[in-house]
């Protein structure tokens, strides 16, 4: 993994985020590690309360409070540009390094074209506040530039969108406008966080055809964060599953589709009704639902309602996520890596 | 735009007309009409004043004819409404003064002592209640509100009454009322202006502190709500410096119900500032309503009523409108 | 036109013509300026024990017409036949309240936000006991023992009958509103969105119990939903919406597979499969947006959109008809042009 993580934009390792509360300390992140590589989407799934949108937060350093990173590293890679690798995890929140990543190298794209932008002020004025922030660029400049963004995405009559607010265009439209906005400073990495779910199908594929056509022009790397599995096997050059704040596997995404190794990729995989399946039949789901985020199983969350739970093993230590030999997919399963390996096996990090 | 607008106006010309339809009726509800109970008067309230009886029903029938009582209501309210509106509000009977003389200069310092008091509320309430919010549930915030619960509970005649006290025992100043002894009826000038600024601060924090306090909590929870919109954490994403962020989308957004509420302020204020009036012995309204209800004079009453009520309704369109400046959403659906 | 749909044997719903406008009121006296036509004239029939799938994107009318099918909103005009389990058949569209409220035994509705329709302040006892109630079964201990067997039906533990519904998760709600709905052995359930909003592998639960339901009370479902997978799985026919009208209705396998209609043959190439050797780069977008119900373009409403237009499609408003056994379209150019739709995987 030593090649990937020296060519990797961002290479993620061991990264916590913890909300304390009232109740108890939620591990909304709870040990993530994965790699973005330029240029390549890498497809970042799971369901609710696994964290997937917590990560998109964290990189931009973003969290809601009282979230905070507790513990990891970000290594964000600037050699490229010139500049120094940077751990985003050790910033303050409110310093210059992380202001000027957001929305400059690192922007962001939400999954509420509607409520993502503020109802009282224009796009033109949302979309201009991001260029004058991270670029040398006059008031009438940055106006013109947007407009051109707006053309580039495909939102027809830019200069008189450009003074509408977000409630007057649809819900495909403002999220063009999102997305225009997001690439206005041309960032490295595009963070994605389920920015279909709110469309209809159409929408969804012209709106995913934009992101890959954009990503092609500007050699963007993209952080796609979504449930859904049929937008990650369209999107996605990597892919990572997870599960209750862990990384369980990751890998290419063929390999993840076709060869998955964690018992929840497989469940998961199983589970999901497809316009290419044959209807009718029971799908194979998996069993339960997912604990509550104050009571996690002890051991492999996933244990009580894994199909291959090895009472003694899973229930009694966490295992490593690392990856399989001869293969270029990671997975934390004891079905893979036998439990008294643990202690001996050296950090392969 | 302009079609709510015209509906907007429109509407506050119909409550208008309510409100004064309403007032007229009120003049004519005790038994007898202007003229019976204004030549009463003069006669010393004694309705069985025999000496005069010939004297007094002429007069009384001549001012009859002379103010169109003998004609029907509706022409009544006309000729009524028509006087009313070149400010014309007929005669106090208690005071013999014509209304809007009496009226007049207390008007003005209850509408001074409003502005007063809402500049106090908002200059105090809007910086500590963002702030409350940004840092909620830290020591700071426990401390306002805490702070804020203190100014709910006290009663503000009875922080008047402290204030009185402490200026007198501690300062030895007299801190009632609205002007300078050797200004109050003298004509408007800077110095005057000066003088009522030197009064008005403490009128104005005895009746804005609950004020204060209340708008705290309503700005820390409206702005608490919409601190974890998405279209903050979108603004916060593209790098929008924290403070600037803050003030320009979710403080603007949690500023709407402080404007919509903008017009219910001032009769608010003089139904709640009668006790503090009379404590501070401020010249406002108030207490001129209070001492009118209590004499049933009703002309003065209800012209005072009137006039409340119409500033009200000019109060609440300015408000919408300014609303609507603020708020693009409420042009559209207009 | 309509009548080119004749009711079947078994047939336990007809709805013929059905139309509903929201009126748009705007100006100075809130004057109503014009009509949105959130359903157009539309024609199905469900037969019993059958799941009818009815599919569309936002704002195409699919929601309308299922609230209409159980009067919870009043139509505009049509018909709404149903036949009740004695046999008779009732008009649901113009009967009056009153008659309405046996007939709501036999009709029920199952929400999308598990969240929203459960009153969070009543047990689940109360909850899914209060349509017997409302429907005399007044006896505690008789409603109780249902209520428990209701619970079981739907996989909870019966146990769990005096919780509230916030100690359980978005599939659990679910289950709770289905055993409410089949409290008083409804007949036809009307889903709407039912699964949407749970996590992918919950949503299977839900839809297997959904499928086990049905053939245990031989229930039949109008399944509404924007979902095409989800509609494929669980529907024997589905009709597809666009801009308040049914412009395909067919036997699921052969929409799916041999779709007549552009607009279904666009959403099927929009949806993505989870299969990345089946990325289709040559797939055929559809550009623009779905027309504005209230002010929808001439002719066929699809036309704008539509990669075979022709001039007819400009002026002339196509009806569905019967192009092949049981499936039928609404396009002037479907004897014409060859459409592609989805095969299954493997099969390719």
């Known amino acids: 993994m030593t090649d990937t993580r020296d060519s990797a934009l961002l290479s993620i390792n061991g990264l916590k985020v913890h909300y304390p509360t009232d109740e108890g300390v939620v591990k909304a992140l709870d040990g993530v590690s994965l790699d973005i590589l330029p240029g390549q989407t890498l497809g970042v799934v799971g369901e609710s309360g696994c964290g997937k949108s917590t990560i998109g937060r964290a990189i931009l350093q973003i969290l809601d409070k009282p979230g905070r990173v507790v513990d990891g590293e970000m290594m964000w890679n600037a050699r490229e540009s010139g500049g120094q690798t940077l751990d985003i995890a050790i910033q303050n929140p409110d310093g210059h390094e992380m202001r000027a990543m957001r929305g400059g190298d690192v922007a962001m794209v939400f999954q509420e074209p509607m409520t993502s932008f503020s109802p009282i002020h224009t796009i033109g004025n949302q979309m201009s506040e991001a260029i004058l922030l991270h670029q040398d660029k006059t008031p009438a400049e940055a106006r013109e530039w947007s407009i051109e963004l707006m053309n580039m995405v495909g939102i027809p009559n830019a200069p008189q969108r450009f003074h509408e607010y977000s409630y007057q265009l649809s819900g495909g439209l403002r999220q063009r406008a999102m997305i225009a906005m997001a690439i206005s400073c041309s960032p490295k990495l595009l963070i994605a966080d389920e920015p279909t779910t709110a469309l209809d199908v159409t929408t969804q594929a012209q709106i995913l055809d934009l992101l890959r056509k954009l990503q092609e022009e500007q050699k963007m790397a993209i952080m796609l964060i979504t449930h859904n599995l049929g937008v990650i096997a369209e999107m996605a050059d990597a892919v990572v599953v997870m599960y209750l704040g862990k990384a369980v596997e990751s890998g290419p995404v063929d390999d993840i589709f076709h060869r998955p190794k964690h018992p929840y990729s497989q469940g998961l995989l199983r589970s999901i009704p497809s316009v290419q399946a044959v209807g009718h039949e029971k799908l194979p789901s998996i069993a339960g639902s997912i604990p509550h985020p104050f009571n996690r199983p002890s051991g492999c969350t996933f244990g009580p309602r894994c199909p291959s739970f090895m009472p003694g093993a899973c229930d009694a230590s966490v295992p490593r996520y690392m990856t399989l030999d001869g293969t270029r997919q990671k997975v934390s399963c004891f079905l893979h890596h036998p439990p008294e390996e643990v202690e001996e096996v050296p950090s392969d990090d | ?334 | 036109m309509t009548d080119s749909i004749p009711a079947m044997d078994g047939t336990i719903l007809e709805v013929r013509r059905l139309t509903k406008h929201f009126p748009i009121r705007r100006g100075l006296l809130k004057r109503t300026v014009g009509m949105v036509k959130a359903v157009d004239d539309v024609s199905f029939d469900i037969r019993s024990g059958e799941t009818l799938g009815l599919v569309g994107e936002s704002g195409c009318g699919k929601t309308t017409t299922s609230r209409c099918v159980l009067r919870a909103i009043e139509p505009t005009s049509g018909e709404i036949v149903f036949r009740t389990s004695d046999g008779q058949e009732v008009n649901v569209a113009t009967m009056p309240n009153r008659e309405l409220r046996p007939l709501r035994r036999e009709m029920q509705m199952i929400f999308q936000d598990p969240f929203s329709s459960l009153n969070s302040r009543m047990s689940l006892l109360d909850i899914v006991g209060e349509p017997l109630l409302v429907h005399g079964m007044n006896n505690r201990r008789e409603r109780q023992e249902r209520v428990a067997e209701l619970l079981r039906l739907v996989g909870l533990r019966p146990e769990y009958m005096q919780r509230y519904p916030h100690a359980f998760s978005g599939g659990e709600r679910q289950r709770i509103g289905i055993a409410r709905a089949l409290a008083l052995h409804p007949r036809l359930v009307v889903a709407d969105e039912p699964v949407s909003a749970l996590d992918v592998s919950v949503q299977a639960q839900v839809i297997n119990l959904l499928m086990d339901l049905q053939n245990e009370f031989e229930l039949t479902y109008l399944f509404v939903a924007h979902d095409l997978s989800v509609v494929k799985q669980i529907s024997d026919r589905v009709a597809v919406m666009y801009v308040g009208k049914i412009v395909e209705l067919a036997n699921t396998e052969d929409l799916f597979s041999n779709p007549k209609h552009p607009y279904t043959e666009a959403l099927l190439a929009a949806v993505p499969v989870p299969d990345p050797r089946a990325r289709r780069d040559d797939r055929k977008l559809l550009q623009g947006e779905v027309a504005n119900p209230a002010n929808p373009p001439s002719g066929c409403y699809f036309h704008p959109r539509c990669p075979y237009v022709q001039d007819v499609c400009r002026t002339e408003t196509p009806t569905l008809t019967e192009v092949a056994p049981s499936h039928f379209a609404s396009c002037h150019r479907v004897k014409e042009i060859e459409l592609t739709g989805i095969s299954p995987a493997g099969a390719a």
Request: net charge neutral.
């Open chain 2, 1 to 334: 735009m302009i079609a709510f607008l015209i509906r907007r106006t429109m509407l506050a010309g119909l409550t208008t007309f309510a409100i004064s339809i309403l007032a007229f009726l009120a003049i004519q509800l005790p038994p007898g009409d202007f003229a019976s109970s204004y030549v009463e008067n003069l006669l010393g309230g004694s309705f069985f004043n025999t000496a005069g009886v010939l004297g007094e029903a002429a007069v009384e029938q001549q001012l009859r004819e002379d103010l169109g009582l003998d004609r029907p209501l509706v022409v009544q309210y006309a000729k009524w409404a028509i006087r009313v509106v070149r400010l014309d509000f007929g005669v106090s009977i208690e005071h013999g003064l014509k209304i809007t003389e009496v009226v007049g200069q207390r008007l003005l310092n209850t509408i001074l002592l409003a502005v007063g008091t809402i500049l106090f509320t908002w200059v105090l309430a809007i910086p500590i209640g963002i702030y409350s919010a940004v840092k909620h549930n830290t020591p700071a915030d426990y401390g306002v509100t805490f702070v804020g619960f203190l100014g709910l509970a006290i009663p503000d005649f009875l922080l008047g009454l402290a204030l009185l006290w402490i200026g007198f025992a501690y300062f030895d100043i007299s801190i009632g009322g609205l002007y300078s002894t050797e200004y109050i009826n003298a004509p408007w000038s800077f110095d005057k202006f000066i003088d009522l600024l030197k009064h008005l601060w403490v009128p104005a924090i005895v009746l804005g502190t609950a004020g204060t306090a209340g708008l705290i909590r309503i700005l820390r929870n409206n702005l608490l709500d919409e601190l974890a919109k998405p279209y903050v954490v979108a603004a916060r994403a593209r790098g929008v410096p924290e403070w600037k962020l803050i003030l320009k989308y979710p403080v603007r957004m949690a500023l709407n119900p402080f404007i919509s509420t903008l017009g219910y302020l001032l009769p608010f204020l003089l139904s709640g500032s009668v006790i503090v009036s009379v404590v501070l012995s401020l010249p406002t309204l108030g207490p001129t309503l209070l001492k009118a209800l209590l004499g049933e004079d009703l002309y003065l009453a209800s012209s005072i009523v009137l006039m409340l009520g119409v500033l009200t309704v000019i109060g609440t369109l300015l408000s919408d409108i300014l609303l609507a400046l603020f708020d693009p959403r409420i042009k559209l659906e207009g």
